[in-house]
């Protein structure tokens, strides 16, 4: 751990937004797709939920990898 910089509070503040402005960009995009996907098809309501969950889950996995390459440095 001797070669490690120190995490400074700003930059860890900084990522910590960067990630919660991950998972909702995911969730929003998500939901305007599950959107259009229920009014083009003519479903009620079934792909909007899916779709969100699915942002979701790719939000959460999008920052992971954001956490590890902020680890790694």
Same mark, same amino acid.
């Given at each position: 751990?001797? *070669? =490690?910089?120190?995490v400074k509070?700003?930059? %860890?503040?900084? %990522?910590?937004? /960067? %990630?919660?402005?991950?998972?909702? /960009? $995911?969730i929003i995009? #998500? /939901?305007? !797709? *599950? =959107? +259009?996907?229920? #009014?083009?098809?003519?479903?009620?309501?079934?792909?909007?939920?899916? @779709? /969100? !969950?699915? *942002?979701?889950?790719? *939000?959460? $996995?999008? @920052? +992971? +990898?954001?956490?590890?390459?902020? %680890?790694?440095?």
């Amino acid at each position: 751990m001797a *070669g =490690k910089k120190p995490v400074k509070p700003l930059q %860890m503040a900084a %990522m910590v937004s /960067a %990630m919660g402005f991950e998972i909702f /960009a $995911f969730i929003i995009i #998500g /939901a305007f !797709v *599950g =959107k +259009y996907l229920d #009014g083009h098809f003519g479903f009620s309501h079934l792909w909007l939920p899916i @779709c /969100a !969950v699915a *942002g979701f889950l790719f *939000g959460l $996995f999008s @920052c +992971y +990898y954001t956490l590890k390459s902020f %680890m790694k440095d």
